[in-house]
């Protein structure tokens, strides 16, 4: 997943010669996973993929966390990280803040005004969500078109930049795996193909259409990857003697692509249903669902929002992005909040929100969760967001 795609000239049988229009050969290289095991393609380049001509440390920022200890739920801020006029300055890849972080999984956000530089992360995929703002991410295999709603599912050591459209800021929610990402096992067939009851399909994916072809030489492009250290993770400028955008024709079943939210259809019942039916993608040790606009359950007594549970393996990290989540109703939560309720701690419907939705028959929430198998720790930028209030609406006092 995804299934397989052709793009530009490609030759008629794999690891046979192909030549440019002047007869010069173009190099082969085959991007695979899981050591020729899983997911591959082949992309035809003019020049030499392996040609680097300088390599020198990039330093990353501050990706140091810090234990949610004492245990407490949180409600995060993320507007307010990026108030004033500083975004302009910023670009989507190195204006990144660390909100929370495991050893499987780095949630970031950023908004940006800049074009980011070439980029690729070679410790995981990555898995954007567009909040706001427009752009075209530039990749290896071709350009994709990108705005608001839109997830976009790079994968590892893909190199790519994203260039901004607009005046208005890009609003990004950056999940970094240390892993791969895809749809849900349960919704593909053994041979990769979506399923029926799959709340979305190969329909809604877009992908790369035609090769992007760029010259230049000395092209320098920053590399995330695996390390010692604290985070466990090193960055490293490398100059690359032409471009790497230098691709004329790739087939296979590995690149990047897009899905809209919008795209998403739900799964409803009588009854309220577990948050299971909302996932849209997996990675190892973590899940993403989107919760959309829905109809609710429609049993005569049904509850519309969430019941009270303990998710005991669980961390819970809501991104609240759109309409209007009835169950958090006077916790100060907003469009750019982030919920987060860790294992260990029962959470649900804040005071008044069960007696509010009764009788209720649509909702209009928009909002991208992240389970985790692993405790999440705060990253900077979690810290500084944190209100500091939200663990003790539940009932109207906190600490003396």
Request: with cysteine; aromatic share 10%.
């Amino acid at each position: 997943m995804p299934y397989y795609s052709r793009v530009g000239d490609v030759p008629a049988k794999r690891h046979t010669q192909a030549r440019q229009p002047d007869g010069s050969l173009l190099r082969e290289e085959l991007m695979g996973e899981e050591g020729f095991s899983s997911d591959s393609s082949l992309l035809y380049h003019v020049g030499v993929p392996s040609a680097i001509v300088d390599s020198q440390p990039w330093e990353m920022g501050d990706l140091a966390t810090r234990p949610n200890h004492p245990l407490v739920p949180r409600h995060l801020k993320l507007h307010g990280l990026f108030e004033n006029a500083e975004w302009k300055a910023l670009d989507p890849v190195t204006g990144r803040r660390l909100v929370l972080g495991n050893a499987d999984v780095r949630i970031s956000y950023v908004w940006a005004g800049q074009p980011s530089p070439c980029y690729r992360n070679a410790v995981g995929d990555e898995c954007v969500y567009v909040e706001a703002g427009t752009a075209t991410v530039e990749t290896v295999f071709g350009v994709l078109d990108v705005g608001p709603g839109d997830y976009v599912i790079i994968p590892r050591a893909t190199t790519h930049r994203w260039v901004l459209e607009g005046h208005a800021p890009l609003q990004a929610y950056c999940i970094e795996a240390n892993s791969h990402i895809g749809a849900p096992a349960r919704y593909l067939s053994r041979f990769g193909q979506f399923l029926e009851h799959a709340p979305f399909c190969e329909r809604d994916l877009c992908g790369p259409a035609e090769p992007l072809v760029c010259e230049g030489t000395d092209v320098e492009v920053l590399v995330k990857h695996r390390g010692a250290g604290p985070s466990g993770i090193l960055g490293t400028r490398m100059a690359y003697a032409t471009h790497p955008f230098d691709v004329v024709g790739w087939d296979g079943c590995l690149y990047p692509y897009t899905f809209n939210v919008a795209d998403f259809e739900p799964i409803t019942g009588r009854v309220h249903q577990p948050p299971p039916v909302h996932q849209t993608w997996q990675g190892t040790n973590f899940v993403v669902c989107s919760f959309v606009p829905r109809k609710v359950d429609y049993h005569p007594l049904a509850i519309p929002v969430p019941y009270y549970h303990s998710n005991v393996d669980s961390d819970e990290v809501m991104f609240y992005v759109g309409g209007d989540y009835a169950a958090r109703k006077g916790s100060g939560i907003g469009l750019g909040s982030i919920s987060l309720h860790p294992g260990g701690y029962a959470h649900g419907p804040q005071p008044g929100a069960i007696e509010a939705s009764l009788g209720v028959h649509q909702v209009d929430e928009l909002a991208v969760m992240v389970d985790t198998f692993r405790p999440l720790e705060l990253g900077e930028a979690g810290i500084a967001s944190d209100d500091g209030r939200y663990a003790w609406t539940w009932a109207g006092r906190g600490p003396q």
